[in-house]
């Protein structure tokens, strides 16, 4: 094979597999393509009123997930919040509010006055997906 053709094919190869990687990542980002098409398990849905647990109901924190945000007692505290599956963090003016996922239960990270674990509301104890 002659040396221009070689460099040809090579040439074409590479473009193929940008083009390949490009419309592949487009259809990522237009949601073609979820994350159960490519065999991950999405997040447990987290919205919802969370109540903080082993503590009397009158002192108890709580506060609600929504798609639109953070709220704390039935105002919107910020309009974002980051959910890995595991970690839910949010801010609140300048505190900085950290959640970990364990057992079906939130128990906080941050600020860490003492340790508080947090259960939706309406779900039985311990019990974050489809438990019937």
């Not at 309009?79 to 801010?91: N, P, Q």
Request: include cysteine; charge should be negative; proline fraction near 5%.
């Amino acid at each position: 094979m002659k040396k221009n053709q070689k460099m040809k094919m090579q040439f074409a190869f590479v473009v193929t597999g940008v083009v390949i990687g490009f419309l592949f990542s487009a259809m990522l980002a237009v949601g073609a393509i979820d994350a159960q098409t490519l065999g991950q398990e999405p997040p447990p849905d987290i919205n919802g009123v969370w109540v903080e647990k082993e503590v009397a109901p009158y002192v108890a924190d709580r506060f609600e997930i929504r798609p639109e945000g953070v709220f704390v007692g039935g105002r919107q505290v910020t309009t974002r919040y980051d959910w890995d599956g595991e970690i839910l963090s949010y801010r609140k003016g300048d505190d900085t509010y950290v959640y970990k996922l364990h057992e079906g239960r939130f128990v906080r990270q941050q600020p860490a006055h003492y340790i508080s674990s947090f259960a939706r509301e309406g779900d039985p104890e311990h019990c974050l997906l489809n438990c019937t």
